[in-house]
């Protein structure tokens, strides 16, 4: 698709017949606005949504040290 400071409407042809001055430039208008709005998005960051898996992960714990009033190793 073209760039909207590409876009010439006298390169529109119409198919239908008696298509008058006004409806030309209010397809045109139509055309380029879209021109427009699609070159929009392609220049707008992406929306960062965070998956349901994503947003139910925890932080990492934190380590285990081993020693007095710690965690004590299995003696099993």
């Known amino acids: 698709m073209p760039k909207p400071s590409e876009f010439e409407p006298s390169e529109l ?23 427009w709005e699609e070159s929009d998005e392609r220049r707008a960051a992406p929306v960062q ?19 007095a009033g710690r965690w004590r190793g299995f003696a099993g």
């Open 13 to 35: 042809i119409f198919v239908t017949g008696h298509v008058s001055d006004v409806e030309v430039s209010a397809v045109s208008a139509v055309i380029r606005g879209l021109l």
């Open 49 to 67: 949504h965070r998956s349901a898996w994503q947003q139910g992960q925890r932080a990492i714990r934190q380590p285990v040290h081993p020693g």
